[in-house]
């Protein structure tokens, strides 16, 4: 590896993309969860579980490991390749051998693990490398992650219907492994760049902190909202669809085929308004006095579009284009909580602790992979008026939206970093 020359895009841009375009596909679920709840005569809700314990992992994962990631980052990159590729080949094994609580440890628990720690290694070494525009640097490595099921989902797809299920899990693991090793391979800090153990802080100290829990809670909010509605777009579209002149008079499964189409490509738009949000929001911080203000932006954002649909009953009334703003917008702000969360930490905390806030930061991720759904599906079946059971969810979110935006205002009161205690 020594013929390699140490610059950012070698040691830092490439493996960051090798990594987070590997662990990304965890989004990939809905893909092939049918599908395995229809080989293991299991209902879809009881497989739903492997999503959501890989995302309780991924967090929780982050929150204790993050000091290891802080030590050590090719050790640390070499346990997430290992972890993921083993959970992702055990899926397809546990598949193969009908074996239920095989898909929950090894998709949940053990892949899970692989992509906490997978989620931290770059995200730093980006920042050191990239010092004066950190913010563009994660911006990179979680459009990564966010990209990872654009580019999966269709050779997924393609996998499954020429080679089946439980064959695509094992090629794709040997594709993985490849691409994380290289990663492994590849990463390096900064020439210079020396760890020092006196300096790093306890997780302890860092949470006694109210600015964290301010950060935590904004982010947290960030991600339940948006998983409460990316849950539910689909169907939405569907309804909204569902009500135009041109497919009212359409049987249920005529309607389905005549909108495949056009939900499909909202959904791959809906990708690319996530990934330019990870990019674009994270960029712009790096020119903003204070980072906390690209969050007060996407919540304003976000709320200003959920009132909306609240002026406008678009849902209701089928105004396609005021649903889309919804729609794409909160997908961009999702996204772009993601990738600014680092340099807000950095911020607050420093450099030189922040692979440590950054995961501790990430258990809002493992709480908010729980609760997301469950709000968006509660709501929507408990609403008092089941033909407006999806516009019944828009005020919940623009109340949590303001929530939270009160929450980051708050820690952007905070004038300077305060040293945390060892």
């Known amino acids: 590896m020594s013929r390699i020359a140490d610059n950012r895009w070698t040691r830092a841009i490439a493996p960051a993309l090798l990594i987070h375009v590997s662990i990304g596909t965890v989004y990939c679920w809905s893909v092939f969860k049918q599908l395995i709840a229809d080989r293991m005569h299991t209902p879809a809700g009881t497989i739903e579980w492997g999503f959501s314990l890989a995302i309780f992992f991924l967090g929780m994962s982050a929150a ?31 598949i193969a051998l009908n074996f239920l609580p095989g898909v929950f440890i090894c998709y949940g628990a053990i892949m899970g693990v692989g992509l906490g720690i997978g989620y931290l290694v770059p995200v730093k070494n980006l920042m050191l490398w990239f010092s004066n525009n950190k913010g563009l640097a994660t911006g990179i490595a979680v459009a990564g992650f966010g990209l990872a099921k654009a580019i999966a989902s269709p050779v997924m797809e393609y996998l499954i219907a020429s080679v089946g299920l439980v064959a695509m899990f094992y090629i794709l693991a040997a594709v993985y492994a490849v691409m994380m090793f290289a990663g492994f391979l590849l990463i390096k800090r900064p020439q210079g760049y020396v760890y020092h153990p006196e300096a790093q802080v306890s997780r302890r100290s860092i949470m006694k902190k109210p600015v964290f829990w301010g950060i935590w809670l904004a982010f947290y909010i960030n991600i339940t909202c948006g998983l409460a509605l990316i849950s539910q777009e689909k169907d939405i579209l569907h309804d909204v669809l569902s009500q135009m002149p041109k497919y009212a008079g359409l049987s249920a499964d005529k309607l389905s085929v005549a909108i495949a189409g056009i939900v499909g490509t909202v959904l791959a738009v809906d990708a690319v308004f996530n990934t330019l949000g990870r990019i674009g929001f994270s960029t712009l911080s790096d020119h903003l006095k204070r980072r906390e203000t690209v969050y007060l932006i996407i919540f304003a954002m976000s709320i200003a579009v959920c009132l909306l649909q609240i002026g406008t009953h678009s849902i209701d009334r089928a105004l396609l284009w005021a649903v889309l703003a919804m729609l794409f917008l909160v997908n961009a702000g999702y996204g772009g909580g993601f990738s600014t969360l680092p340099v807000l930490l950095d911020q607050h905390f420093g450099i030189t602790a922040v692979s440590t806030t950054h995961g501790l930061a990430l258990s809002a991720w493992a709480i908010a992979g729980l609760s997301g759904n469950q709000l968006a599906s509660f709501v929507v079946s408990h609403a008092s008026d089941q033909t407006h059971r999806y516009s019944a969810l828009i005020p919940i979110l623009a109340l949590l939206y303001a929530v939270a935006a009160v929450s980051i205002w708050l820690v952007s009161r905070v004038k300077k970093r305060e040293p945390v205690a060892a």
């Open 64 to 94: 204790f490991l993050g000091p290891m990631v802080e030590r050590d980052i090719k050790k640390s990159a070499l346990v997430s390749m290992v972890c993921f590729v083993v959970g992702f080949a055990g899926t397809g094994l546990s």
